[in-house]
Nanobody, 124 residues
Framework: QVQLVESGGGLVQSGDSLRLSCAVS????????MSWFRQAPGKEREFVAA???????YYSDAVKGRFTITKDNAKITMYLQMNNLVPEDTAVYYC??????????????????WGQGTQVTVSS
């Protein structure tokens, strides 16, 4: 089994930065895709960012240029650096991993394992 635990969320003001962490444990597959999704109140869970085979990165248009996804292989931890946050970024952020192929990397249905989520709230 694979377990993922997010941390680093909190309440910040518009323009602030946060770094989310996703600690991974259990049996992992080196070529699994890893990603961040978010779900705002009353909204569907949406794709934020993904790391494919630990090298290629992908971002939604909403966060491109502001968010950066990285992975520390030694610590088996994935990060989401979020800069210049705006109220529209308010959501529960989830990390996920699975055997997603590149063409489905932005689809939540492509992931087998999910963390519990961490709340990010951005005030005006």
């Amino acid at each position: 089994q694979v377990q993922l635990v997010e941390s680093g969320g909190g309440l910040v003001q518009s323009g602030d930065s946060l770094r989310l962490s996703c600690a991974v444990s259990g049996r992992t597959i080196s070529n699994y895709a890893m990603s961040w999704f978010r779900q705002a109140p009353g909204k569907e869970r949406e794709f934020v960012a993904a790391l494919f085979r630990s090298s290629r990165t992908y971002y939604s248009d909403a966060v491109k240029g502001r968010f950066t996804i990285t992975k520390d292989n030694a610590k088996i931890t994935m990060y989401l650096q979020m800069n210049n946050l705006v109220p529209e970024d308010t959501a529960v952020y989830y990390c996920a991993t699975g055997s997603a192929i590149l063409s489905s990397i932005g689809s939540k249905e492509a992931y087998n394992y999910w963390g519990q989520g961490t709340q990010v709230t951005v005030s005006s």
